[in-house]
C-alpha cells in the first residue's frame, strides 16, 4: 500500500485548504482511511476518517474538525480529500493520511494511531494569524 499525501500549504486564518490522499488501486475499498496531524512538540492526533466501502463509507471527525473539516472519497482516482475550512493557528500541523485493515464497532478504534497500518509522508499546513 502506497499513500501520497498532498495539498498543504500556508494559509491566513479563515481560510481554506483542501488535503488529497492518493493511494495505490482500491486501497480505500479494502482499507479504513484515517486523517491525523502532529504538531511540533505534541502528540499525533486524530483529525478525521472514513470506513471502508465494504463498511459504508462512514465519517468519523474528532470534535475539533466537527463542522469545519469535511471528509469525502473517489475511488475511481483512489483519493481521499480532507477540506479544512475556517482554518486557525491551531491547526497548523503536519497532516497525515493512514489507513488500516482492521474493522471495529468502536469509534475510538478510529482515532487510535496505532490502528492503521501504513501511513503516508505526510503534507504540511501552516496557518498565520
Known amino acids: 500500500v502506497q499513500l501520497q499525501a498532498s495539498g498543504g500549504g500556508v494559509v491566513q486564518a479563515g481560510d481554506s485548504l483542501r488535503l488529497s490522499c492518493a493511494a495505490s488501486?482500491?486501497?480505500?475499498?479494502?482499507?479504513?482511511v484515517g486523517w491525523f496531524r502532529q504538531a511540533p512538540g505534541k502528540e499525533r492526533e486524530f483529525v478525521a476518517g472514513?470506513?471502508?466501502?465494504?463498511?459504508?463509507?462512514?465519517?468519523i471527525y474528532a470534535d475539533a474538525a466537527k463542522g469545519r473539516f469535511t471528509l469525502s472519497r473517489d475511488n475511481a482516482k483512489n483519493t481521499v480529500y480532507l477540506q479544512m475550512s475556517s482554518l486557525q493557528p491551531e491547526d497548523a500541523a503536519r497532516y497525515y493520511c493512514?489507513?488500516?485493515?482492521?474493522?471495529?464497532?468502536?469509534?475510538?478504534?478510529?482515532?487510535?494511531?496505532?490502528?492503521?497500518?501504513?501511513w503516508g509522508q505526510g503534507t504540511q499546513v501552516t496557518v498565520s494569524s
Open positions: 488501486p482500491r486501497t480505500f475499498i479494502n482499507y479504513h
Open positions: 493512514a489507513v488500516s485493515k482492521t474493522a471495529s464497532y468502536s469509534t475510538s478504534h478510529y482515532y487510535k494511531a496505532t490502528s492503521y497500518d501504513y
Open positions: 472514513m470506513t471502508r466501502s465494504g463498511s459504508g463509507g462512514r465519517p
